[in-house]
């Protein structure tokens, strides 16, 4: 069995099924086809695929192509582009790293799990397709089949990227069989009312609501209606069976999702539903109503439609042909759409049962035939209490199909599928909604919004880009050294999987804990060509390590000052950085143009340590990222590498490289991996947001690192925001070459050593309303620190030795329980002092003895330096002056060495005996000082 | 039973003699930890309030503990980790990471070090230690993996901790450091270290990162503490089996304390130097010296000990020397007193040489030029005289640039006590110009 062929290898050919189109869209210019038949090169048999098919679509990694179920195809509107409108599947080496402990088992290599995320465009290029494959959907409880072959997919769970939840066997039951769609006569193909693309559509063709239209639009959906009822009676029972389950289901996740409520369930289930609906044969009401069920729960949908004044005459025109399209429908299926509707509505939503009747009439009958966004809105079921900011999305919506209208640019075929594309015209449509920005302002953001959003979810798809599995068919295209490079790796996996067992019989025999082995920390890069089976689910080579966990639990804080400290201590992480807004807007409306543009950038951050560099972006970061967390940005992906933390500055490759796709290799490889996935355009893909600190040391002599750091934003398709922190300003200038710094750009920020009211402010903030601080003691630190360095982890540092000296003379009775001045003053004495003057006061006669010699010696020579044989002769006079005992050679030696080991004096190295030269590493003024003393 | 008891008391005076060595013998060379510190109670409770919060409350801390050699850094960190692992709530939780300078001398080694002291490696394998970055990736993660209140706190305790500082970009130090003010696994860093200047030779940024806690162990003995000191170093314990022997020695060992010679000797010792590492070498020297026929200790026991403890090793090495090689370094003491402490060469010194052979000696035979070139390499070998210039390749022999490493006083000394030294070569030696 040879590998799947991407297209670079072998030339395939890509032909319409039937050359007729099996419905024409008049609104959208688009044909729909029934099957696509794919042919390669070189190579009898075609492979034909119909919608409901699972196909493997190339991705970035030709080992692990994307999995997805097509729905349908069709051609856009320059009839150009074969396009196919499809349900992903992610596999797990796709799913983020930090996701992946959340399964709680160790997948099945074949395991896929159904996609419920919403940052993928759905739509893709149908010549991306490579071959058909099977999947099988497995009962959650059940196991995996025994022996599993290559072309079967299993999936149990879906995955919204947030959890994994059981997978609603009706969303695979039907849709295994791979029914030929419907054939669909009507000039409108779609089973499922598509309201958002119909709008969309609308809304460019006509900014304003023309009667015509809308009339005819009216009356087309009623006939298809019919049409689709008409089919309903030949399968009915089968497909209230499975409406119903689907309905229940809908319920129950509506339930889990009702306390968070939040949008992105919305959208998926709008997304399902429409997906599921062709083979299905849903009609129209069944899936508005499943759309009700979820809208009316989540708050935002609702609040859309609250304030927009709807025009008396549109609702009149949509409520008529609410009767109309209710009449026709099964009763029993009204019923059954109805009932969880109307139970989800009680629970969720506050409003009456009555007004909830009329609203969903109102529903039905108005999202068929919405020809413009307010017009939606307007039609919404109204529920007071959830408003969030409508006005601004009242008008959004409106501007992007404006400028979807004028695109003319390249981007146009992804722009224009975008607005076709029924689902993602309402995600693409409640993003734009969602966004804080204003109105005036959307112009660009909203088209690029949606267009970003669809591809968005590119990263799922992005990982493992190396090892191609074909190793018969190999051409280099990408990597020269990539053949020698898996080849090596496969055997030394074999190997690894050999020593492996043999490891854990070991160990089981000595008795050892073993850790379970949580997540493949190196993902499963079996390599099926050689092999005529594949391999058996390895056991998963290094679990993740930790620091064994307390048996006791630690402490917590029992009074104020404890209390205090805790706070001080520079790992708490506060709620908000003071002192730093400034810089804070700054980075994050870079960070954040950059991402919601789908650019790339650099910007380069310095300041001396301790001054809230590292902290301020990780703030930054974690604000950006609860906003996509509400949506109101698109989803990115933050990666961290830290010069300091890395033995070779070639290891960052290395450690991005895991970071992005949880893969391991070597430098080169991995700097050969980056390149490739950086200059690829591969169809799902967000931004990724890359912290570089301590930049300084990825200096290397051809700074071939620091180039391809900075090089890799440039890139047309990078979409990579790199930030680099080092401590000196002007580090371009000094250590960068020309085409590296030119490359980093002037995006430049400096953060300033705190000031002395800053570092109050700080501390203040938090201890935060703790009082265990003199205001004076607080002035004293910060300003201290402030004149010395302005570094915060020191003022931090000072203030919670000084609460240490405060709660042990707490037992003294002058004590107020507040850490004072005089706390304080011990504290920076104890970190500031000098203890060379301590030492020397401390130190032995003869070493003190020794250390007047060499000042005599010193004078005479008038030089600062000179060898111990000259010094000792001064020694020993001064010794006899003393009245001591003079010493000899060996232990003024061994006097000079002590002296010498504790950093008083710089000696030469003790090979050199008598003839070592003698500095002093103090000034001879603070010696004299010491020694005076002394004598007193 | 009373029949035992005194058969228990009376043992044989060699019996007591050996118990008594026995006993001395552990506390000097074996470096007991005593009952508390002497003269450091401060800073004891300093770090024991230190390490007590890290490992009860997670509270990660750095700390150094500097002090000159002998000042009992060591046994201070081993006293305070003594009672704090008393503590059974700390005992259960505590992990140790030892790590010496000296033995870790570079971030590889030390990394593996870790790795196998918090018996991680049971969870990779063997196979991730191949690699230098892959293993700091690993211990990073391990490390980061942990927070505040679930981890067990880990205390890293690095000897010699200036050694570290030279390690390449101070990566180890870094990431310790940094874990230690994040929200990580709770760790303590606790440095050693003689050097008063070591917070110089950190990095900027792993300086930032240290909390700047300093324990400076500088004893300020006085004499009067030091004779304390040394009286109850050379004291028998309570517990001793016989106590009238044992009561006996106290009292010789009190008694030769206050010894006029005894007193001088100790005192030399501790003008010389405070710490109790060279006193226990005086002591044991001393110790030595008792047997049956000497149950006690004397003061001319301290006085022979304190002599061979304080003897110049250069000036023994000189009453080995054969006659020529005794001419040889008097001429080059000449040379020296000629030229102001100039190098010179073999073909002076053979010259210097030649002139007290012609003028002044009888004794001495003439010896052939070899035989003098292969006593001058003899001295060169013991490193009595001391080449200049780094290559000698290129130079012939008889004209590389010498130094003498003798002092004056040591080769006057030195002739004082060479056994049958001829008068003519002490008269050449006493005489001002060769």
Known sequence: ?936 | MSKRKAKKTHMTVGACISQVQTILRERFCHQMLPEKPVGMESQYKHLLELLKRTAVHGESNSVLIVGPRGSGKTMLLKCVLRELLEVTEVKKNVLQVHLHGLLQTDDRIALKEITRQLNLENVVGDKVFGSFAENLAFLLEALKKGDRSNSRPVFFILDEFDLFAHHKNQTLLYNLLDVSQSAQAPIAVIGLTCRLDVLELLEKRVKSRFSHRQIQLLSSLSFGKYLDNVISQLGLPQDFPDTKFSEEWNDSIKRLCEDKAVMAVLQKQYNSSKDFRSLHMLLILTLSQVSVSNPSIKPADLLEASRVCGADSKANMLHGLSILELCLIIAMKHLNDIYDGEPFNFQMVYNEFKKFLQRKSHSIYNFDKPVIMKAFEHLQQLELIRSMEGSTANIQKDYQLMKLMLDHNQVMECLQKYPQCPTDVKQWAMSAFG
């Open chain 1, 1 to 936: 069995m040879v590998g799947y062929f991407t297209r670079l290898r072998v030339r395939r050919v890509y032909r319409w099924g039937r050359r007729q189109p099996t419905s024409f869209h008049r609104k959208l210019n688009t044909f729909y086809f029934d099957s696509l038949t794919i042919s390669v090169d070189g190579q009898p048999g075609i492979t034909t695929v119909n919608p409901g098919d699972y196909v493997l679509i190339e991705g970035d990694d030709d080992d692990y192509p994307f999995v997805a179920k097509i729905l349908e195809f069709f051609n856009d509107e320059t009839h150009n582009q074969k396009m196919a409108q499809v349900q992903w599947f992610i596999r797990w080496c796709e799913l983020p790293h930090k996701n992946k402990k959340l399964l709680g088992r160790s997948p099945h290599p074949h395991e896929v799990f159904y996609y419920l995320g919403h940052s993928c465009d759905n739509e893709i290029n149908a010549e991306s397709i490579l071959s058909t494959v099977q999947v099988q959907h497995i009962p959650a409880s059940a196991p995996f089949p025994e022996s599993p072959t290559r072309d079967t997919l299993y999936v149990k769970l879906s995955w919204d990227t947030k959890t994994f939840k059981e997978l609603d066997p009706a969303l695979m039951q039907d849709t295994l069989v791979p029914a030929s769609p419907p054939p669909r006569p009507k000039p409108f193909p779609h089973c499922s009312p598509p309201t958002a693309s119909l709008l969309s559509r609308a809304g460019r063709s006509l900014p304003t609501p023309d009667p015509m239209v809308m009339r005819r639009a009216g009356s087309a959906v009623p006939a298809r209606v019919t049409m689709s009822a008409g089919k309903m009676g030949t399968n009915e029972a089968e497909s209230v069976h499975s409406a119903a389950k689907l309905s229940a289901s809908k319920t129950l996740s509506a339930k889990r999702r009702g306390r968070t409520a939040v949008t992105p369930g919305v959208r998926k289930k709008l997304q399902l539903s429409l997906s599921a609906s062709p083979e299905k044969g849903m009609t129209g009401e069944e899936v508005l109503c499943e759309l009700l069920d979820e809208e009316v729960e989540s708050e935002k949908v609702l609040a859309i439609k609250l304030n927009s004044s709807p025009p008396r005459s549109l609702q009149h025109g949509y409520s008529l042909c609410n009767m109309s399209s209710g009449r026709k429908p099964p009763s029993l299926l009204g019923q059954v759409s109805l009932t969880p509707y109307s139970i989800n509505l009680d629970r969720l939503s506050p409003s009456a049962l009555g007004e909830q009747d009329s609203s969903r009439d109102m529903m039905l009958g108005v999202a068929p035939l919405l020809l413009e966004d307010e017009v939606f809105e307007a039609a919404l079921p109204t529920d007071t209490g959830f408003a969030n900011t409508p006005k601004k999305r009242q008008a959004t919506p409106r501007r992007k199909y404006f400028t979807g209208q004028k695109a003319t640019t390249p981007s146009r075929r992804k722009d224009s599928s975008v607005m076709r594309e029924p689902a993602l015209g309402v995600l693409a449509e409640e993003d734009a909604e969602n966004s804080p920005m204003q109105p005036v302002a959307m112009t660009p953001r909203s088209k690029r919004k949606s267009a970003q959003l669809v591809a968005s979810r590119i990263r799922k798809q992005l990982d493992l880009l190396d090892s191609t599995q074909d190793l018969s068919d190999e051409d280099d295209c990408y990597v020269p050294s990539k053949k020698q490079l898996q080849s090596s790796s496969e055997e030394e996996m074999e190997e690894e999987e050999a020593a492996e067992c043999e490891e854990t019989r070991v160990r089981k025999t000595r008795g050892r804990i073993i850790k379970a082995p949580a997540t493949p920390a190196r993902t499963p890069r079996k390599t099926p060509s050689k092999k005529a089976t594949p391999s058996t689910p390895r056991t998963p080579r290094d679990a993740i390590p930790s620091i064994p966990s307390r048996t006791l639990p630690a402490r917590q804080p029992g009074n104020i000052l404890e209390e205090a400290r805790a706070r001080l201590h520079v790992s708490s992480v506060p709620e908000s950085l003071p002192c730093r807004e400034q810089e804070f807007q700054d980075i994050y409306n870079f960070v954040e143009s950059k991402v919601m543009d789908g650019t790339g950038g650099c910007m380069y951050i310095s300041g001396v340590p301790g001054t809230g560099k590292t902290a301020t972006v990780h703030e930054v970061i974690r604000c950006l990222q609860h906003a996509s967390d509400i949506d109101e940005i698109p989803t990115f992906r933050f990666i961290e590498i830290n010069g300091m933390k890395m033995t070779d500055p070639h290891q960052a490759y290395v450690q991005i490289l895991q970071k992005l796709t949880d893969q391991k290799a070597t430098a080169d490889h991995a700097a050969a991996l980056l390149e490739k996935r950086f200059s690829n355009s591969a169809p799902r893909k967000e931004t990724t947001v890359l912290l570089v600190d301590e930049l300084d040391l990825l200096w290397t002599r051809k700074q071939n690192v620091m180039y391809n750091l900075f090089d890799w934003p440039t890139r047309r398709h990078a979409r990579l925001v790199v930030l680099t922190i080092a401590n000196t300003m002007d580090l371009p200038e000094r250590i960068m070459i020309n085409r590296v710094a030119s490359r980093l750009g002037l995006t430049r920020m400096s953060f300033q050593p705190y000031s002395f009211k800053q570092l109050q402010q700080i501390i203040t903030s938090r201890l935060n309303k703790v009082k265990a601080f003199e205001e004076d003691a607080l002035q004293l630190v910060s300003r201290k620190v402030a004149a010395l360095s302005g570094d915060a982890r020191r003022c931090l540092d000072i203030c919670r030795r000084a609460t240490e000296i405060c709660e042990h003379s707490a037992s003294l009775p002058s004590s107020t329980g507040l850490v004072g001045m005089s706390h304080v003053m011990e504290a920076l004495d104890e970190m500031f002092s000098s203890s060379y003057i301590t030492a020397i006061r401390c130190a032995s006669v003869q070493e003190q003895l020794f250390l007047r010699a060499i000042l005599a010696e010193f004078r005479r020579l008038g030089l600062e330096e000179a060898t111990f044989q000259q010094v000792f002769v001064q020694h020993q006079a001064l010794c006899r002056v003393e009245g001591l005992q003079p010493i000899s050679t060996s232990e003024g030696l061994a006097v000079c060495q002590r002296l010498g080991a504790c950093r008083l004096l710089l000696l030469e190295s003790s090979r050199l005996d008598v003839l070592q030269r003698v500095r002093l590493n103090v000034s001879q003024d603070d010696v004299l000082y010491a020694l005076k003393v002394d004598r007193d």
